[in-house]
């Protein structure tokens, strides 16, 4: 990414989820976390135009020791349609073309603790 940060994808298998309110897809995901690291989720969203600054989705991380930090996802906030122009202002935005674009969401963490999974769902 622009700002250094790297992501590490798998030599094979699966690295990309969706979940959606429709049901053709699941409506959430949990990523394990394989060691103690930070997370910085990217990712892409459609979004109905009539749902901003309400939350359309959240992130949580789940610690080794049960607790939780969460992330919503409020357009324009720190989310918006990857089909437009960005106008999040609080993630990292990547273009992928002219107006199309993905998210590199941060999420508070606390370094001194083992995480263990991040759920995105709405």
């Known amino acids: 990414m622009p ?5 590490l994808a798998p030599a094979s298998g699966k690295n990309v989820a969706c979940v959606s309110v429709w049901e053709n897809f699941q409506s959430s995901f949990l ?3 394989p060691a103690k ?3 910085w989720p ?3 969203s459609g979004h109905q135009p ?9 992130l949580e991380v789940e610690y080794k020791d049960g607790e939780r930090a969460a992330v919503s996802l409020v357009n324009p906030v720190n989310f918006d349609d990857w089909l437009v122009s960005a106008v999040q202002q ?3 935005t ?3 073309s002219d107006f199309n674009h993905g998210i590199v969401q941060r999420i508070q963490l606390d370094p001194a603790r083992e995480l263990r999974c991040l759920e995105c769902g709405q």
Request: no cysteine; net charge neutral; aromatic share 24%.
């Open 3 to 7: 700002s250094g940060i790297t992501f």
């Open 50 to 58: 009539h749902a901003v600054r309400v939350e359309n989705g959240r």
């Open 94 to 96: 990547v273009y992928f």
């Open 37 to 39: 690291r930070a997370s």
């Open 42 to 44: 990217f990712f892409s």
């Open 31 to 33: 990523f394990p976390f």
């Open 90 to 92: 609080e993630n990292e």
